[in-house]
Structure formats: C-alpha cells, structure tokens
T-cell receptor
Framework: DGGITQSPKYLFRKEGQNVTLSCEQNLNHDAMYWYRQDPGQGLRLIYYSQIVNDFQKGDIAEGYSVSREKKESFPLTVTSAQKNPTAFYLCASTPHGGFGNQPQHFGDGTRLSIL | GQQLNQSPQSMFIQEGEDVSMNCTSSSIFNTWLWYKQDPGEGPVLLIA?????ELTSNGRLTAQFGITRKDSFLNISASIPSDVGIYFCAGRAVSGYALNFGKGTSLLVTP
C-alpha cells in the first residue's frame, strides 16, 4: 500500500545528543513536511521541501536540520541546540510543491523523549 | 503561521448525540481541512473544502466553508464510540503558503 512511513515510533535522546527521525513515502509526492505537536497544541511547521534538493524553514526551525537528497525521503535531525525536543513529530506530504489547495497526508508520527 | 481558534476544546457526550465544532481565523482562507487524530497516530483527513459556502459530507460527518471565508464548522451526527479522538481544523490563508492548525477538539463518547 502507498503511504508515509515514519520510524522509529518511539525515540529517546540523551542530553547533548543529535538524533535523526526517518520519513519515507512511496506516493511519488514532490513535497514533504515536518511538524511538531505538543500536548493541547496544534501542529507547528518545522521544515518543508517542495522538491528534491530544496527545503525551507518553517515557523520553528531553530535546533532542527533536514535534507532532501531523494524524492521519497525527508529525514529530520533534532540537534543538541533544540533545548526542548520532547514532542510528537509528524511527517506529511503532498503531490506537488507550491502548497496550493492540496490536503496534506500524514505518517503515524515519532514520539521523542529526553532521558 | 497563524493559530486558528478552534472550539470547543473538549466535548464529553453520549452515544447517539450530534456534535458540532468550529474554527475561526483572522485572515481570509482559500482552503479548510478537517482531520481526526487517534492517540499515538497521525491525523487522518476527513473533509476538504475549497469554496466559500461549500457544504460537504463524509458519512455522518458534514463540514462547511463559511461564507466570510474566515470560519468553518464540522458536525458529526449520531455519534458512536469510535468517533472518540481529537479533531483538528486546518486552513490556508489566501496570502499564505503553509497550513495553519487549530489546537484541536477532544471528543469523548460514552456508550
């Protein structure tokens, strides 16, 4: 089945450590997105990529980094500079870049916690 | 991005009751989306709206794009226990590029 796969489901980080969250899609979508979700909050955009080898900062990019070397993959690295990384991270995709009127389809998320 | 005002924050109802929730923005939107999220899962798209006044149904769910283009509502008729979850509105401003999300409405349904 086509879809968005996020891994791992749960991830633990030690203080001062970088961790990378995986997001893979087999939908042949051009655009991919990373969101952060905190309890009782809406989703906030971290980074987005409208096409391979291109990405842009969202509203809360500080302390995060991404790469888009392949169309199907958009990994997110939570760096040690992110002082409050505990959250639920969601990856999404749309068929085309440029946002337009396309609804975003989400993966099942990765829950990151600090040890 | 802009934070949408979604209400109510939570609802606790009995099975069979109808449910209504809404979302408002300070900007004019050209897209309204409604998602449902189960615990530990990603949001799943329920209904997408693209025109002012548009009324769209998906089974027992009905959503409308407000004529002012600054609001949207979602109704659930004859609720059942599996309707439990968090419902999010999302929208895209005419002048914007990214989706803006509400904080969600948590729905609990008792048998």
């Amino acid at each position: 089945d086509g879809g968005i796969t996020q891994s791992p489901k749960y991830l633990f980080r030690k203080e001062g450590q970088n961790v990378t969250l995986s997001c893979e899609q087999n939908l042949n979508h051009d655009a991919m997105y990373w969101y952060r979700q905190d309890p009782g909050q809406g989703l906030r955009l971290i980074y987005y990529s409208q096409i391979v080898n291109d990405f842009q900062k969202g509203d809360i990019a500080e302390g995060y980094s991404v790469s888009r070397e392949k169309k199907e993959s958009f990994p997110l690295t939570v760096t040690s500079a992110q002082k409050n990384p505990t959250a639920f991270y969601l990856c999404a995709s749309t068929p085309h870049g440029g946002f337009g009127n396309q609804p975003q389809h989400f993966g099942d998320g990765t829950r990151l916690s600090i040890l | 991005g802009q934070q949408l005002n979604q209400s109510p924050q939570s609802m606790f109802i009995q099975e069979g009751e109808d449910v209504s929730m809404n979302c408002t923005s300070s900007s004019i939107f050209n897209t309204w989306l409604w998602y449902k999220q189960d615990p530990g899962e990603g949001p799943v798209l329920l209904i997408a709206l693209y025109k002012a006044g548009e009324l769209t149904s998906n089974g027992r769910l009905t959503a409308q794009f407000g004529i002012t283009r600054k609001d949207s509502f979602l109704n659930i008729s004859a609720s059942i226990p599996s309707d439990v979850g968090i419902y999010f509105c999302a929208g895209r401003a005419v002048s914007g590029y990214a989706l803006n999300f509400g904080k969600g409405t948590s729905l609990l349904v008792t048998p």
